[in-house]
């Protein structure tokens, strides 16, 4: 009985030691979120862009060959491909591209299912990252998220550069519907000494509006803190698969063009 006593006493030790490290965690968090302004909404037209000649498929609807586990780059991504389409698998984590890139044009399409639930940044959490410098969510991400009548912080909504750069717009369309991002990516390049020469910029039009315009990047993405460069040369794309509880997001007709 004292055994039993014992260790009901220590899981609410544990329990009540990760809630407050969660807590402490979420307060250096909140110093970087922003509220405002709030960007307009934007109805998006209906349109399909195909790829052309020149371009790379990293997913034509079939297969995961061109990616692979972003903690285990030796393993094949094991999302599931069904349909035409593949869907985050949780479990896994986050998968990124065998090849590595510097600058290029990208397109995504991509899902939030109908049946969505939860809110706020809990509601069809993502992230494309535009370069995955690392394990884990180590690069420069650009956020997927529900925010078609979800509201959030709005340098962490749909269309933001991560806890850096607000979107012009909320181009966001139903779930249940595609919606795409056509990127052109600049990467940043360093000096012989590890130091930053020039800064990675990005455009993004999400749903064919335009909601970032040439910007340029205050360094690789920070969910707490401020954001700063590491040196690095080229770098996979990686896609998250975020903890949150919500509905898993489903991805499909990625291709780059390399610049």
């Not at 405002?36 to 079939?62: M, Q, R």
């Not at 065998?98 to 290029?104: E, G, H, L, S, V």
Request: glycine share 8%; aromatic share 10%; with cysteine.
């Amino acid at each position: 009985m004292k055994q039993i006593l014992v260790l009901i006493i220590l899981c609410n030790t544990i329990l009540f030691s990760n809630a407050q490290n969660w807590d402490s965690l979420a307060k250096e968090a909140a110093k970087t979120e922003i509220y405002e302004p709030v960007p307009k909404i934007v109805t998006p037209g209906a349109f399909n862009i195909t790829a052309p000649s020149d371009a790379i498929y990293l997913f034509n609807g079939k297969n995961l060959d061109e990616w692979v586990l972003t903690n285990n780059p030796s393993q094949k991504a094991t999302w599931l491909v069904s349909n035409g389409m593949f869907t985050v698998n949780k479990k896994v984590g986050n998968i990124q591209t065998k090849r590595a890139f510097t600058n290029y044009q990208l397109h995504l399409e991509y899902m939030i299912p109908s049946n969505i639930t939860g809110e706020g940044q809990l509601r069809g959490n993502s992230g494309l990252f535009l370069a995955s410098t690392g394990g884990g969510d180590e690069g420069y991400e650009l956020q997927i998220l529900d925010n078609y009548n979800n509201k959030t912080y709005v340098n962490g909504q749909c269309g933001s550069i991560y806890k850096q750069f607000i979107p012009l717009a909320n181009a966001c369309k139903k779930p249940g519907e595609w919606q795409t991002y056509d990127v052109a990516w600049v990467a940043p390049t360093f000096n012989t000494n590890g130091t930053l020469k020039t800064p990675a910029k990005v455009t993004v039009y999400h749903n064919g509006v335009l909601i970032q315009n040439n910007v340029v990047l205050l360094g690789e993405t920070r969910w707490i803190g401020t954001p700063y460069y590491k040196a690095h040369g080229a770098c996979p794309i990686k896609l998250q698969a975020h903890g949150d509880n919500s509905e898993p997001i489903s991805f499909k007709n990625i291709w780059i063009r390399e610049l």
